[in-house]
């Protein structure tokens, strides 16, 4: 890896940061687990109660990165034509033109997206996996960087859908803002008094500058020890008795890429299992599914993973 260019574009990354922490205050470390998934190539499934600043720090996201961006409100009326666009009709010549739909951007908020049915849902899968749409038979590549971000909210079930474990599994991160601090809203209050501070957000990054971070990404070194280390949390999942769904070969890969945007984003061009460590709550708890027995005796899917974290030995 290029010495210079590395320590060009961590900056960067630390003024992306700086710049989304201006909006959203108190939630750094949400922020950074945000931007590491940006660098990393994967989505986020942000599962929070509402007005805590979901929508905003995607907006925030968008606006500091120079990126086109689009929101969707998923309702249970919405189709997959919706959101990946259809050909129109043109009366004139008799021939059809295609409107491209909302996922044509670069950052996608889809808001309440378990409130579509499956069916719609999917029409994110190719997007998220492939970062390219198949419409009416022909393959569409999207613009890079593409980033989906949807939110749900974990509190009201009326009229949702679950999302299934395939669509969950096409996350790299589930992510909780949560709500601030005291001191934390009071400042908040103050600084929205005559205007919220998303509206002054100035591009820090450019898209291409992201592109090419998720390149450096990709050659941020991995120990063999640690990849082992990645592969037994991993296997721990698949034969522990309170799970009935244990993590993916997917997961394995993503946990292996997460790792390598926080040790980019730490400013170290190495995996330590330190990066494993703090990625793994938040890539691999949505991947799991409890067995009855432990999903009604009140556990969480969050210390179970916690729980084989502890266990597994970390490689010196």
């Not at 907006?59 to 990165?65: E, G, P, Q, Y």
């Not at 961006?69 to 009366?91: A, E, K, M, V």
């Not at 492939?130 to 419409?135: G, L």
């Not at 949505?286 to 970390?314: C, F, N, W």
């Amino acid at each position: 890896m290029d010495d210079t260019a590395f320590v060009d574009y961590h900056r960067k990354l630390g003024q992306l940061n700086d710049n989304l922490a201006r909006v959203i205050e108190g939630k750094r470390e949400g922020i950074e687990i945000l931007t590491i998934a940006l660098i990393a190539g994967g989505s986020v499934l942000m599962e929070d109660v509402p007005g805590v600043g979901k929508t905003t720090l995607a907006k925030a996201l968008a606006k500091s990165i120079d990126a086109a961006f689009n929101r969707i409100q998923f309702t249970p009326d919405l189709l997959p034509g919706d959101i990946l666009g259809s050909s129109i009709y043109n009366p004139v010549d008799g021939g059809f033109t295609f409107r491209p739909g909302p996922i044509f951007c670069n950052v996608l908020l889809g808001d309440e997206i378990n409130r579509a049915s499956p069916r719609t849902q999917s029409a994110l899968l190719e997007a998220m996996s492939e970062q390219q749409v198949t419409i009416e038979g022909t393959r569409r590549v999207l613009d890079a960087p593409f980033l989906v971000i949807a939110t749900e909210n974990p509190i009201e079930f009326h009229g949702t859908y679950p999302l299934p474990e395939a669509q969950l599994d096409r996350f790299l991160v589930l992510l909780a803002l949560g709500y601030p601090d005291p001191d934390t809203e009071v400042n908040i209050l103050h600084t929205q008094r005559e205007q919220h501070p998303v509206d002054s957000v100035e591009p820090v990054v450019t898209a291409d500058e992201v592109v090419e971070m998720q390149r450096l990404v990709r050659t941020t070194r991995v120990d063999e020890s640690v990849s082992r280390y990645i592969v037994e949390i991993v296997g721990q999942t698949r034969h522990d008795h309170r799970l009935k769904l244990g993590v993916s070969p997917r997961g394995s890969l993503m946990l292996f890429r997460a790792s390598q945007a926080a040790a980019f984003s730490s400013g170290r061009d190495f995996v330590m299992p330190d990066d494993v460590k703090r990625m793994v709550p938040h890539v691999l708890a949505h991947r799991v599914m409890l067995t009855s027995e432990s999903k009604y005796g009140g556990m969480a899917k969050a210390d179970v993973i916690a729980q084989i974290l502890d266990e597994v030995k970390v490689p010196t």
